[in-house]
């Protein structure tokens, strides 16, 4: 939403606004009202935006782009009904408005007036053939109406226009599920998995549903565990989300939510948690250890996104605060034979397994460097260390 209001605002702004000079105290008003308006948007701020487009439209009221923009920030503020109101408005302004007709029906739809979002759907991709927006929505309308045959038409000519939308394939899968077409369904909802993010949870249950239907238990079932396990961590990250945001300083909230995002691959956004939990932990005056635990999770993200000197950086004041913890070796390691730098990557492998001889990954790594440099002797003698010991580890499970 954000980047649609920025598109909507650059084109608003574009406008020849030599015609709106203040040749009159009241219409330099409204344009002073307009501008904030616009910037309180912007900010996110829809609260100010409200009152600034409401002052505008107290002075000048047949504004059609304002009255869709004032709807944008009561929409925003889930003020729905008043939403509908001027979008109303400036529909009755300017009928063809595609944008405020979806805007319109988006409304409809978050009341689960799934009727009277139809027909400003079916005029927007009448007005716009190439609206995928405009496409995806009637087709959830349509799924929501139990139409699945229409939903099925409406979002296969939405994927054409979106090839890698995952929503839309999701939404194809759930209505060839109800038409009781399950390879189909299987199809897209494969799909839906494909281009989704990677914790997408949603497919897997109508993929685990198709299966069942279809007869196929343990593929049900695997999908069905893959679902539960998504639906747990998104309840989780929900959970520790609300906490870092009601209590600040809460370090096991920020703890859990690193954890969180961990596990679903979010590199990218678990970075800035590790670092509040760093600051969190220096200002709490936590042990060392803990603290190395945080540079230690910081650097295991900057390896996963590619970052190997971040990720040494990372782990060097980890290893100052723990100096005699295995596992950080280990990655140090790590960091240095993606650097290409195997002279101090072997040494950094074997402190870890000086640390901590019987985890079967560290021989596994210093294996594979020995190896690299022709080593072939000590590559064997910890490969085969490897293998003890994962075995030894396979059977205390």
């Known amino acids: 939403m954000r980047n649609q209001l920025k598109i909507l605002i650059i084109l608003y702004l574009c406008l020849p606004l030599s015609a709106l000079t203040a040749e009159k105290n009241d219409h330099a008003t409204y344009v002073q009202h307009v501008e904030q308006g616009f910037v309180f948007l912007f900010q996110g701020n829809n ?36 939403a509908v109101e001027v979008y109303q408005r400036s529909l009755e302004l300017k009928p063809d408005n595609i944008e405020a007709l979806h805007s319109l029906s988006l409304v409809y739809f978050k009341l689960n007036q799934w009727a009277d979002a139809v027909e400003p759907l079916r005029k927007v991709i009448t007005l716009s053939p190439q609206h995928a927006r405009g496409h995806e929505l009637l087709g959830k309308v349509y799924l929501k109406q139990r139409q699945f045959s229409d939903a099925v038409d409406v979002l296969t000519r939405a994927i054409e226009l979106k090839p890698n939308a995952a929503g839309s394939y999701n939404d194809v899968g759930t209505a060839y599920l109800n038409l009781k077409d399950y390879p189909q369904a299987i199809e897209n909802f494969t799909q839906a998995i494909k281009f ?103 650097s295991q993200a900057f390896i996963n996104l590619n970052y190997p000197k971040h990720a040494q950086e990372s782990v060097r004041k980890a290893i100052q605060l ?69 075995s030894k580890q396979k059977k205390r499970k």
């Not at 047949?62 to 920030?73: C, D, P, T, W």
């Not at 600051?279 to 910081?298: K, P």
């Not at 100096?323 to 240095?336: E, H, K, M």
Request: charged share 25%; net charge positive; hydrophobic share 35%.
């Open 47 to 82: 609260k100010g935006a409200i009152d600034a487009f409401e002052s505008a439209l107290a002075v000048e009221p047949k504004h059609y782009e304002i009255l869709h923009y004032l709807g944008v920030a009561y929409a925003q503020e889930k003020f729905w009904n008043k």
């Open 196 to 298: 989704g993010p990677p914790r997408y949870a949603e497919p897997h249950y109508g993929l685990g549903t198709a299966y069942l239907r279809m007869g196929e238990r343990n593929k049900s079932k695997k999908e069905m565990q893959i679902y539960q396990q998504l639906q747990k961590e998104y309840a989780e990250y929900e959970r520790f989300t609300r906490l870092t945001r009601t209590e600040p300083n809460n370090l096991q909230a920020w703890r859990g939510l690193a954890n969180v995002l961990m596990q679903q691959k979010r590199y990218n956004d678990v970075v800035p948690v590790f670092q509040k939990c760093i600051e969190i932990a220096t200002r709490q005056r936590m042990s060392a250890d803990v603290i190395a635990s945080f540079y230690h999770g910081l």
């Open 322 to 390: 723990a100096p005699n913890i295995a596992v950080l070796y280990n990655t140090l390691g790590s960091t240095y034979a993606m650097l290409g730098d195997v002279r101090n990557a072997i040494p950094a492998f074997r402190k870890a397994i000086e640390l901590d001889g019987e985890q079967p990954h560290y021989h596994l790594n210093l294996s594979k460097l020995y190896q690299s440099v022709g080593n072939h002797k000590l590559a064997k003698e910890h490969y085969q260390a490897y293998e003890h010991f994962l």
